[in-house]
C-alpha cells in the first residue's frame, strides 16, 4: 500500500481510504447497502490487512448509524487507524440541526464522539457549503475543537471553487485552522473538478479524497451498450448520483476500461481506479463495497500501474470540454500559465 502526504500536513494516508455509507442501511441508506456489524468488522479487518490506514464516514450516514458500527468495530484498536468524519447535513427536525453554525459544530462533533467511541476525530470535514453562516463563525468553532484536541485536522467537502478559495482567504486572515484537505466527486465519468478543485487543490497544497470514484458502480463494467445489467441493478434512467449526462459517452468510457482490462488480467474497476491515483492532486480515492469481492477487487486497485498509452486512452475518451474562461485562457494566456493552470489547459495545449 502507498501513503501520500495529505496536502500540506505532517499526515500520511494510504491511497486507498475505507468509506462506510453502506454500514448501518439505515432509511434512505438502505438503497446504498445494508453493512451489519459482523460484516463490517469482516471488511475493516480486510483493509487494514491490505494497509489501510483510515476510514471515512459522516453523522448523517443511516443516521449515526455508520459512525456507531465504526466505533463498535474500532472498539480496542483505536489507535490502529485514521478517523474521519463529517458535519453538516440535517441530523434532526429542529431550526439548528443542520449547518456550519458554532452550535450546530460543537453539538455535531461531541454526538460523533459518542457514536465513535472516541476521545478525538483525526479529520473532521465540513461535508457541504452552508451560504447562510459567515465562514468565520464556521472556522472558529472547527478551531475551538482543535484547541480542544477534539480535532485534530479539518477538511472540507463538497465545495465550489470560490467558496473553497473563500474560506482558505478566511482561515488565513482570521488565523483559524486551514482545510488540509477535500473531499470531491471525480471518476472517469464526471471530470468537472478538473475546471476549479484540481487546479485549487495543486495551488493551494491542499490534499484530495475523491467519493464514488466509480462514479456509483457505472465504471464497474456492468453497464455496457446493448446489454442488460444484472439482476437487481439500477437502471441508467433511475440514476441521479452522480447524474449521467451523456450516456453514449459514459459507454464509450466504460468499452476502454474493459478493453484495458481484458489487456491486463484486471476488472474495469481496478483500471477506472488506477487511473484516478495517477492524476494531479489525488491524495486517496474512498472505496466501500456490499461484498468481501468487491473489496478485495477495489483494493487490488493500488498494485496496478497503467502505462502512458493507457492513461491515453482513458484521457482522450473521457476529456471535459473546455469552458470559458479556459478555452480562452488556452488561446491567448498559455505563456504564463502556473502547474495548478496545466492540470487542466496542459493536454489542450499540442492538440
Known sequence: MEYRQLGRSGLRISV??????????????????????????????QCLDAGINIID???????????????????????????????RMPMGSGPNDAGLSRHHIVAGCEASLRRLRTDHIDLYQVHEWDGQTPLEETLEALDLLVQQGKVRYVGAS????????????????????????????????????????VP????????VLV?????????????????????GSRQLS????????????????????????????VSAAQV???????????????????????????LAAAELKLSDAERTRLDQVSAPDLLYPYWHQARTANDRLSAADLTLLGPHLNG
Open 272 to 298: 477506472s481506479l488506477a487511473w484516478l491515483l495517477g492524476r494531479p492532486a489525488v491524495t486517496s480515492l474512498v472505496i466501500g463495497a456490499r461484498t468481501a469481492e468487491q473489496l478485495a477487487d477495489n
Open 57 to 87: 464516514t459522516a453523522d448523517v450516514y443511516s443516521d449515526g448509524l455508520s459512525e456507531e458500527i465504526v466505533g463498535e468495530v474500532l472498539d480496542g484498536r483505536r489507535d490502529d487507524v485514521l478517523v474521519a468524519t463529517k458535519v
Open 238 to 265: 433511475e440514476w441521479n448520483e452522480p447524474p449521467v449526462y451523456d450516456r453514449e459517452k459514459l459507454y464509450d468510457i466504460v468499452e476502454v476500461l474493459v478493453a484495458i482490462g481484458e489487456e491486463r488480467g
Open 16 to 45: 486507498l481510504t475505507m468509506g462506510t455509507m453502506t454500514f448501518g442501511g439505515k432509511g434512505n441508506f438502505a438503497m446504498v447497502g445494508s453493512t451489519d456489524v459482523a460484516e463490517a468488522r469482516r471488511q475493516v479487518d
Open 200 to 207: 485549487a487543490a495543486v495551488d493551494q497544497g491542499l490534499g
Open 158 to 197: 463538497n465545495y465550489a471553487g470560490w467558496q473553497l478559495m473563500k474560506a482558505l482567504g478566511a482561515a488565513d486572515r482570521t488565523g483559524t485552522p486551514r482545510f488540509v484537505s477535500e473531499q470531491i466527486y471525480y471518476s472517469l465519468q464526471g471530470r468537472d473538478a478538473e475546471y476549479e478543485l
Open 211 to 231: 467519493w464514488s470514484p466509480l462514479a456509483g458502480g457505472l465504471l464497474s463494467g456492468k453497464y455496457r451498450r446493448g446489454q442488460e445489467p444484472p439482476a
